[in-house]
């Protein structure tokens, strides 16, 4: 990971690229950094904090947030007195760690890669665009940015919203929609996807803060298109956030407020005025855009967005240079984080050849065996950390007072417990002293637990014979006012770990060979895509297909809103499956049954019809899902009455057609037919666009054609904005309903008709148009059997649920079980592929292991006392525990391999027959115990 | 009542995916509370056996606290 580097220069071809980069000085030994901060407490010159948005101060010696990546700080050479003046350097004697290091020089270096992936985020939007809604004239009108840092607990505000002017708590604010984005007057004609529900998000954060607060949010449309985000507009609206459709045309100060003027449908012009003002700010190119464009010759959009192609969504204009994030165009974090799942995979097929290459495999010494029968050893090591523990703790006395427990037999302190030369001493003292149970209080074991583990095997010492106490981030730096008080708690959590560690018992590493083939459920556009991407990394799979034939959805498509089609790229990926060697299709097939687990999956898959009907065992390592989904036919709007009435996809159709009148004078189209609230609760993100794209289609048919919308929401996001513009400018006309006013349908004699409320004229419409064109919704296949047959989680709208909607969008909670495609939710074409490839790229990572890695913290059945009641496998949440016959008799057994550790099992089990490997009955009520086993004496100094 | 204030020992089950590391970034924050709570982690609150909790209060806790 090469962090404060700049990007110069890329030579060569794919597969042999040279990469010249240039690594900006740090000033800083990343190394020897220990993360303490006392550098940017003593620094005397202060700089703006650009990380929180310019809205608090920092010094030139900083880290930008506590969670930043790598754990280091920089010192910017732009403020610091050294470099700037030559004087100061207070910062040298002040670290510890003799981390600091003015003589570091600039660096350049030639990166040999065989693929780049562009991933450098989005721009922001110029200030001049903001000047209008009176932002850098008033202080109470901020950007979503900044209120973002204000909102939150650990911003510079900790979450307290206050008006700048005043500092006076705020009583009613706006947030006004689409600045900066939808805007052709900034040449931002885009949809910048986001902004709608960042908006909501920060709405609900406010009201969490101070539920009085008044809240109004202007819309054009409310833009909610993504899996469940429609839910959270309607529990902002259920709390009482307002929404008001109006395009707000300007704010100006007024007296101690801020004035916003705007004209609502009905042609209405308002004004109205708020204490503090947010203005939704989109989501512009990267700044450097246009340079990254020359130095590596990939092509732009019209946006300056990085060109992509809907069946390539990733590929940029050069091979071997890769796409993911805003870059690609604007995205929320889950596709983001899907992309950039997709662009490793797409990455991993360029340098398959390499993969392997230049591994180094580390060896241990043999593992010394400890028994339950052995004299227990403790080793107790507590860390100053500089000072960070020892200038608020008495390190001293801790490490005193744990050598006076039972079983310690060696105590000690160090400087800095995580040094290099204190793992020296660590290994050497084990040895010395024939330790067999070590603990070490210092800080996280979520940071540097792996650290000493990996010392503790290189003394020969099972890794788990280790217990951490957190005496720094929990204790010396959250109570660093009170060092009596302070001491006295890491006492306390000295000896309730030295309790734990006289339990602890050594604990088998455990591997589990992977079966190097996947399972891929669904022959459409996202299982072709996951199997061709597993095969392009070369990995084999098996495409079970519910149809006679591979293709899904696609083979209903003809064309798509960016002009592709379909047809000719479905039978490029039908072509490539079929030619593929890695790739076996098996046809009018179901799963019938799945045994097993990460790694070690057998299926039971049945062919065929009638005679040739027969069942076949497929053994594989992982699972794709991909079900896919069908279209949604409300029995409403006479919809399968009358011929004039059809779905979008039915009119896709009849548009490819060669019927004369297939692009008839006068079409009604209503947008959310039987969705959002209707037959299904959630938007089908897809329908909108749907729409868009056989408008276009029409007008290029029959430009006379007049076309009606009516809709809710027009929610043409992202780039899909420039042809619902275009759609305008040739005369559609675009009526929004509302739920509770639905447009109705009915028959008069041959003619079908449309009334409904047109909220532009006030007035009800009653019309008889030749065709009526319902966007119907999605729905999904195969999730309800699935989630029964592999256990996996669903959605109350029966979509799977992924592991974590941001973090693992591509993974289920299961174990080697990957989602994408509209099973996962309704997506369109290139979001599907992009998802597939994420998911292929996941379900890459075990078969190219071979081998599954336990962590041996995992639950453990003792069976002699199993009763086999089966409570621990209906609550797991994993599938990790199974009922097995042993003796005649129903025992439960853990699947070690899928097993997370939670102990929900052992906490529940009537019997104790369950134990958590690091966390048993035994280890925890003996901490237990020692919490309430204090020496008299301390008792007072609480 | 005594006049000396109310000095609870506080006995906490802390999730190591949440509460622990949330914990954590209260300290990287520097954020102050009172010294009173005594932590042990695990791996999920669902780990947290009813009898932990008895456990605790016989062991002398005042409260309970169990973050997941």
Not at chain 1, 561 to 572: C, P, S
Not at chain 1, 580 to 589: D, F, G, L, M, Y
Not at chain 1, 917 to 935: H, K, M, Y
Request: with cysteine; glycine share 8%.
């Amino acid at each position: 990971m090469l962090t404060n580097a700049d990007f110069l220069a890329l030579a060569g071809e794919p597969g042999k690229f040279q990469a010249k980069i240039n690594m900006r000085p740090r000033y800083i030994d990343a190394d020897a950094c220990t993360a303490c901060g006392l550098c940017t407490q003593y620094c005397p010159k202060h700089q703006v904090d650009d990380y929180n948005e310019g809205l608090a101060l920092t010094r030139p010696i900083h880290i930008d947030y506590a969670q930043a990546v790598p754990a280091t700080y920089y010192i910017d050479p732009a403020s610091c007195l050294h470099l700037q003046h030559d004087t100061c350097q207070i910062c040298v004697p002040v670290c510890q760690s003799h981390a600091i290091n003015f003589k570091q020089q600039p660096e350049e270096r030639i990166l040999e890669v065989g693929a780049v992936i562009l991933s450098p985020g989005f721009g922001k939007i110029d200030t001049k665009v903001l000047e209008k809604f009176s932002y850098g004239k008033h202080p109470d009108v901020v950007t979503a940015f900044e209120y973002e840092r204000m909102t939150t607990a650990s911003g510079p505000f900790m979450g307290e919203i206050k008006c700048f002017s005043d500092g006076r708590h705020p009583r009613s604010m706006a947030f006004i929609q689409c600045v900066g984005s939808r805007d052709i007057g900034c040449n931002n004609g885009y949809c910048s996807s986001v902004c709608c529900m960042y908006a909501i998000k920060e709405a609900l954060v406010t009201k969490e803060h101070d539920p009085e607060v008044d809240i109004t949010i202007y819309y054009m449309d409310i833009r909610t298109q993504g899996k469940d985000f429609d839910a959270a507009r309607e529990r902002a609206e259920a709390i009482g956030i307002k929404f008001v459709r109006a395009r707000v045309a300007g704010v100006t100060p007024w007296d101690k407020s801020l004035k916003l003027t705007y004209s609502t449908f009905d042609g209405q012009h308002k004004f109205v005025s708020h204490d503090l003002v947010v203005l939704s700010v989109g989501l512009e190119s990267p700044k450097d855009a246009a340079k990254i464009s020359q130095l590596t010759g990939v092509a732009l959009n019209k946006y300056d967005f990085c060109a992509t192609e809907t069946f390539q969504p990733l590929q940029t204009s050069r091979e071997g240079i890769i796409v993911a994030g805003a870059f690609q165009g604007p995205k929320d974090i889950p596709e983001s984080v899907t992309q950039s799942s997709g662009a490793a995979a797409l990455a991993a097929a360029v340098l398959r050849d390499q993969r392997g290459k230049g591994v180094v495999l580390k060896t241990y010494p043999d593992e010394q065996q400890v028994t339950p029968d052995d004299e227990v050893r403790v080793g107790v090591f507590v860390c100053h950390c500089g000072i960070n523990i020892s200038s608020v703790v008495d390190v001293a006395d801790v490490a005193k007072y744990a050598g006076g427990m039972e079983g310690v037999t060696y105590y000690t302190e160090s400087l800095y417990s995580c040094s290099q030369d204190a793992q020296e001493v660590l290994k050497q003292k084990i040895k010395e002293h024939k330790l067999n149970r070590v603990v070490i209080a210092a800080c996280s074991p979520r940071t540097h637990e792996p650290l000493f583990q990996e010392t503790l095997k290189d003394a020969g010492l099972n890794r788990n014979l280790f217990e951490m106490v957190n005496i720094r981030d929990q204790c010396s730096w959250v109570h660093a006012n009170e060092p009596a008080a302070a001491t006295d708690k890491s006492r306390d959590l000295v000896r309730m770990a030295v309790a734990k560690a006289r339990h602890i018992q050594p604990l088998a590493e455990q591997t589990v060979p992977v079966t190097p083939r996947a399972l891929i459920l669904g022959g459409g556009v996202a299982g072709m895509t996951a199997a061709l991407t597993l095969a392009d990394q070369g990995y084999p799979s098996v495409l079970v297909e519910q149809g006679a034939q591979i293709g899904g959805n696609l083979q209903n498509l003809n064309y798509t809103l960016a002009g592709d089609q379909v047809a000719q790229h479905l039978k490029g990926l039908v072509d490539r499956i079929k030619k593929s060697k890695e790739i076996e299709v098996i046809t009018n097939a179901e799963l019938l049954q799945t045994a097993g687990f990460v790694g070690n999956f057998s299926s039971i898959i049945e062919s065929g019809k009638g005679k040739t009907k027969k069942e076949q065992t497929v053994d594989h390592g992982v699972i794709v899902v991909a079900t896919g989904g069908h279209e949604h036919r409300p029995d409403k709007y006479l919809l399968g009455q009358s011929k004039k009435v059809m779905t979008q996809m039915e009119f896709e159709k009849q548009l490819t057609g060669r019927a004369k009148n297939r692009a008839p004078g006068s079409i009604v189209m209503i947008q959310c037919a039987g969705s959002r609230g209707d037959d299904l609760s959630y938007c089908s993100k897809v329908c909108c666009n749907h729409a868009l794209k056989n408008i276009l289609k029409v007008k290029a048919i029959n430009p006379d054609s007049q076309i009606i919308v009516l809709y809710r929401d027009m929610r043409a996001y992202g780039m899909a904005e420039d042809a619902y513009l275009e759609a305008r400018k040739m005369g559609v006309v675009f009526i929004p309903y509302e739920v509770d006013r639905k447009p109705e349908v009915s028959q008069k004699s041959h003619q079908v008709q449309v009334s409904f409320f047109d909220s532009i004229m006030q007035e009800e419409v009653i019309m008889a148009p030749d065709l009526v064109v319902l966007s119907v919704g999605i729905v999904p296949d195969g999730t309800e059997k699935l989630s029964k047959l592999l256990k996996l989680p669903v959605t109350a709208n029966n979509f799977f649920l992924e592991a974590h909607v941001k973090l693992r969008p591509v993974e289920m909670a299961v174990s080697g079980v990957y989602v994408c495609g509209l099973a996962h939710g309704p997506k369109p074409v290139d979001e599907t592929i992009v998802q597939a490839q994420a998911a292929a790229a996941k379900a890459a990572i075990p078969l190219v292991k071979g081998f599954v890695t336990v962590d041996p913290i995992i639950s453990c059945v003792d069976q002699d006392q199993c009763i086999g009641c089966g409570l621990c496998t209906s609550l797991c949440p994993y599938g990790a525990i199974e009922m097995k016959k042993v003796d005649k008799k129903r025992k439960a057994e853990t699947i070690t391999a899928s097993c997370k550790a939670c102990g929900i099992c052992a906490s529940h089990c009537p019997t104790f027959a369950i134990s958590m490997g690091g966390f048993t009955n035994e280890q925890l009520i003996s901490q237990i115990e020692a919490f309430g086993d204090r020496p008299k004496d301390m008792v007072e100094v609480a | 009542m005594s006049d000396k204030q109310f000095n609870p020992r506080i006995l906490g089950f802390l999730c190591n995916w949440c509460c622990y590391a949330a914990a954590d970034a209260a300290g990287i924050s520097r954020f102050q509370y009172p010294p009173n709570l005594r932590t042990i982690r695990v791996m999920c609150t669902g780990r947290v056996d009813p009898s932990f909790v008895l456990r605790g209060f016989i062991e002398g806790a005042d409260a309970i606290f169990t973050g997941g």
